[in-house]
């Protein structure tokens, strides 16, 4: 006879990015999801907030959000998909649109498989981004704020799934 055993091990906890422990001490990952296009893994996305993070009231609360990208992307296309997602969460006008797009191409270099980019959200409007621990952007337009983490945040996503897992919902 034969007998065996089943040993529990607890995973262990989740330890932030050196630049969000930095910047949010306190915080702790709400929840993470992946994005997939067409099956194939574009990033992994995780949620760092300080606990009681409100996701119905993202833009104002301080948190960051880490995507860690499994392919190659060219940042100029990441700036402009991301300029066309802002437009699913809000309205913005053109004269927006340039500006930010002209941030986004200075925050989002170009990606390779592990590299990182963090958003980090002060809520009060300032943002800044960071290309695998290093500064690349920043910018105090509360506007930008809130539909730029819209894109995974607000529940016009165009990802409520990833929204779900971002913000530990029941799926």
């Known amino acids: 006879m034969t007998t065996s055993s089943l040993t529990s091990v607890a995973a262990p906890t989740p330890v932030a990015p050196p630049e969000v422990r930095a910047a949010l001490p306190q915080a702790r990952l709400v929840g993470s ?9 574009v990033y992994e996305a995780r949620l760092w907030a300080a606990p009681g993070f409100q996701p119905d009231a ?3 609360q301080p948190f960051a959000l880490e995507l860690e990208y499994a392919r190659k992307l060219d940042g100029p296309a990441i700036a402009e998909r991301s300029v066309a997602e802002m437009r699913r969460v809000g309205p913005l006008s053109d004269t ?4 930010w797009l002209g941030l986004m191409l200075q925050a989002f270099p170009n990606v390779v498989a592990q590299d990182r980019l963090v958003g ?3 809520g009060q409007g300032g943002v800044r981004f960071m290309h695998n621990g290093r500064p690349t952007a920043q910018t105090t337009d509360a506007d930008y704020a ?3 983490f819209g894109i995974w945040l607000h529940p ?3 990802a409520p799934a990833l929204r779900r897992a971002l913000i530990g919902a029941e799926r």
């Open 33 to 41: 999801g992946t994005l997939r296009f067409f099956g194939l893994l």
């Open 58 to 60: 993202y833009e104002r």
């Open 96 to 99: 927006q649109a340039r500006s």
């Open 120 to 122: 980090l959200n002060d």
């Open 146 to 148: 809130r539909l730029f």
């Open 156 to 158: 016009q996503t165009s």
